[in-house]
């Protein structure tokens, strides 16, 4: 899957509609502030961003120290998706490495996520 913005868009919407991601609605509103630095070129769909440090934003995982949370989540292309979340020192969004299976392959295009497998606080 080519990653773009509304890639990073798309990755960052099915996060934070989802019921069994506790800071989804912070994350909705962390990446509503957010610049994209970087996007990688790879295939694995994972971006950098940027919010403002005086966004006014409470920490994205609550606790404000915590820098990253890493999911997986079952799909349709036969092994899992792994998202890991990442906040900077600020307890800000600042990323996602998005990539399939354990050996952080590719993407495939239209891949759709089911059950959250694994939340690793």
């Known amino acids: 899957m080519p990653n773009t913005e509304a890639t990073a868009a798309k990755w960052v919407t099915a996060l934070a509609s989802r019921f069994d991601v506790p800071f989804a609605a912070r994350l909705r509103e962390h990446f509503a ?5 970087r996007l990688c070129e790879c295939g694995c769909n994972s971006f950098v961003c940027a ?4 966004a006014g934003l ?3 995982f609550g606790d ?4 990253s949370c890493e999911l997986a989540f079952s799909s349709d292309a036969g092994d899992p998706v792994c ?3 990442h906040a900077d020192a600020h307890g800000h969004f600042c990323g996602l490495d998005v990539f399939l299976g354990l050996f952080r392959e590719a993407v495939p295009d239209g891949v759709t996520l089911g059950d959250l497998l694994s939340p690793m606080p």
Do not use: F, Y
């Open 33 to 37: 502030q957010a610049r994209l630095t």
């Open 51 to 54: 919010v403002p440090p005086g």
């Open 58 to 60: 409470s920490p994205l």
């Open 64 to 67: 404000g120290g915590r820098t």
């Open 83 to 85: 998202i890991i979340v």
